[in-house]
């Protein structure tokens, strides 16, 4: 659990803010998980990860002081932009990130949920399914989505994915997904805060790509 645990996110102030350095520190390391997934098929998701996650900090980078938390950056875009607010900066980046990590999230959920193809217990395509249908089904158009369901056919042995996450490393599968548990306390709040900002500000856009 390596690639999840070394890189915890950080436990939510009483505020709910999410801190925009320790954010990028932490979510910079999650673009391999993708490849953890076995299939070139999610190559397009890791970058589409990693470009939001260059394009957020590029921002903050510019005025750390101003851009203490991700909501100050919402904020100072959204007067900066005007009515091309959200559709840009770093606004439109976060949109689409939040978007890969609710799928990283929802994933790791359904597994440590225990949730499985009765008639083929050790693969995680009903995981990796569930986490597709949630997070971006609805913002792919027809294409996208055939490709995805390819992707999800190819996903790999639970096994197999467990040992990757792991860097590789035999490990038993309890310990394993005990250590998923811990890492989706602060994960999932941060998620959930940041699509909780989105509604409040009314920065979310539905069309399809």
């Not at 673009?31 to 900090?57: M, Y």
């Not at 607010?85 to 890969?100: C, E, I």
């Not at 390819?150 to 096994?159: D, G």
Request: aromatic share 12%; net charge neutral.
């Amino acid at each position: 659990m390596a690639l999840l645990l070394d890189h915890q996110f950080r436990q939510l102030p009483a505020d709910r803010q999410v801190e925009s350095r320790p954010f990028l520190e932490s979510v910079s390391y999650l673009p391999p998980f993708f490849d953890c997934l076995g299939s070139t098929v999610f190559a397009p998701i890791k970058a589409d990860v990693a470009g939001n996650i260059t394009k957020i900090k590029a921002v903050f980078d510019s005025n750390p002081g101003r851009y203490k938390t991700l909501q100050q950056i919402l904020e100072a875009e959204k007067e900066m932009h005007g009515s091309e607010w959200p559709k840009v900066g770093a606004t439109h980046a976060l949109m689409w990130l939040k978007r890969g990590l609710r799928f990283i999230q929802v994933l790791l959920q359904s597994l440590v949920d225990g949730e499985k193809d009765e008639n083929n217990p050790n693969l995680i395509r009903v995981n990796a399914t569930k986490a597709y249908e949630l997070a971006l089904k609805k913002y792919h158009g027809w294409l996208i989505q055939n490709l995805f369901k390819a992707a999800l056919f190819a996903a790999p042995y639970r096994s197999e994915f467990l040992k990757a996450l792991s860097k590789g490393r035999e490990v038993k599968e309890e310990d394993c997904l005990e250590k998923i548990r811990q890492f989706l306390v602060n994960f999932t709040a941060t998620v959930d805060a940041i699509y909780e900002m989105y509604s409040k500000m009314n920065a979310e856009l539905d069309y399809k790509v």
